[in-house]
């Protein structure tokens, strides 16, 4: 591939006929279920699906999705749509399959065990509904709220434990850690795929989220991701699997020359992470094209290979400090834009949530890649939404609509 750094003036001057199909397919959720033709997602209609999607935390201690104490879940949903968006990657803590005292826990009382009386009272303003449902209900009432917007989900497991990821060292990182128990991990994925058996709009479960620390290693990677695929497909044919690379998810490269092997086939995509962070490039220092060419050869060489090698990779994390002053960030999304439209990526950013109850013991934390504001009540960066709307409809693949 070639490094670039600027999509070509083609595809620049196809933009804006582009934005508008864009949003009025959000509208609608395509044929499903989906499955995959080389690299590409399709619908069950043959035509490219792709992948437009933006993280949503629900894996946080409260084990709830963010925001519920802000805004009502119906109206964070049509945010979604509004936005552009066909998808969520919805995050879950393994627990909250596995340990039934967490999972029927009333929202009231996993908000108040924390002490989190002023959340509690947002919940009862914006979604009096809510509060009382055990959290797996609240969980499944935000799948299908998405659902009534024509949103797909995919179902991330980040964590085993509540809490924010992810540390090298929180006991989460790799099979065998403290708190990751391969065979509680298979069980958690198992009653997840079966729970949402039929419920057309989750379309995809990524089996773990940014796989990392100490004991990271890749004979195991490939014994227990084969094991994880193989039950969320026996419990549920319909979503696609997805798989996490190492080091954070920032590299697949050891699929190069050996992907998983798996008994069935069509519903395999690999994802990969790319934050400015974390990319080696040297954003602020360097010349802008020169690092954006070095860093791209460098994603290629982590994962961007497998497209030409014919397998689907879903960018199912990247993001920026929206409020625009990070110079390095901005370099780096200008690459990463530039990229997704000349590879036509599938893509999740990193984040719908512009706070969180409690974060890293901060209650109300802002989250300064989110898309909305601290309040949930506007975009945080208008013009990028304006940016993004322009990658959501794909430019290339299988038999697109007229
Ligand atoms: C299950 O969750 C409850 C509530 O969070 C917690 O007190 C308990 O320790 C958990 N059980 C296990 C086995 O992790
Ligand atoms: C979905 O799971 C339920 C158990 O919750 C099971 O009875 C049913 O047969 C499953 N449906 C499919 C289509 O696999
Ligand atoms: C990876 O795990 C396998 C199986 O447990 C073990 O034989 C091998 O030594 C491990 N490799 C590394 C580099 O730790």
């Known amino acids: 591939m070639a490094a670039s750094s600027s999509p070509s003036p083609l595809l620049l ?9 864009a949003l009025a397919a959000a509208a609608s959720l395509p044929a499903l279920p989906l499955s995959t033709s080389s690299r590409w997602v399709v619908g069950a209609d043959g035509r490219r699906v792709k992948l437009a999607c933006a993280n949503w935390a629900s894996h946080l201690e409260p084990v709830a999705a963010e925001g519920l104490a802000r805004r009502g879940v119906g109206d964070i949903a049509a945010r979604v749509a509004a936005m552009g968006f066909n998808c969520v990657r919805l995050t879950w803590p393994t627990y909250l399959a596995t340990n039934a005292t967490l999972s029927s826990l009333p929202f009231r009382w996993s908000l108040e065990r924390l002490g989190m009386l002023e959340s509690i009272a947002g919940v009862r303003v914006n979604n009096p509904a809510l509060l009382d449902l055990p959290l797996i209900n609240v969980f499944r009432e935000v799948v299908s709220a998405l659902s009534s917007k024509g949103i797909m989900v995919i179902l991330d497991n980040q964590m085993t434990t509540p809490g924010w990821c992810c540390s090298r060292t929180d006991g989460n ?46 004979s195991l990677w490939y014994r227990y991701m084969q094991l994880g695929a193989e039950a969320v497909h026996a419990a549920n044919p319909n979503v696609l699997v997805i798989l996490s690379g190492l080091d954070f998810d920032i590299t697949l490269s050891f699929l190069y020359y050996k992907k998983a092997e798996l008994s069935f086939t069509g519903k395999l995509v690999y994802e990969q992470h790319w934050y400015g962070f974390s990319d080696g490039g040297n954003w602020e220092i360097q010349n802008q094209n020169d690092a954006c ?9 982590k994962g961007l290979f497998l497209l030409q090698q014919g397998w689907p990779l879903f960018f199912s994390e990247f993001g920026f400090d929206m409020s625009g002053t990070h110079i390095g960030d901005n370099r780096y999304l200008t690459c990463f834009l530039s990229v997704a439209a000349e590879m036509d990526l599938d893509w999740a950013i990193w984040a719908l949530q512009g706070s969180y109850y409690i974060r890293e013991g901060i209650l109300a934390y802002d989250e300064s890649y989110g898309l909305l504001s601290w309040d949930w009540c506007t975009a945080r960066n208008p013009s990028f939404i ?13 038999n697109l609509s007229p």
């Open 173 to 218: 990182g790799f099979f065998g850690d403290k708190y990751f128990d391969p065979d509680e991990w298979l069980k958690g994925l198992s009653a997840m795929a079966t729970m949402f058996n039929d419920t057309k709009n989750v379309v995809g479960m990524s089996l773990r989220n940014e796989l990392r620390g100490p004991n990271q290693n890749v």
């Open 293 to 301: 060419g070095l860093v791209v050869d460098s994603i290629w060489v």
């Open 13 to 21: 001057a196809l933009l804006p006929l582009l934005l508008l199909p």
């Open 386 to 398: 304006k940016r993004i709307n322009s990658l959501q409809s794909p430019f290339q693949g299988l």
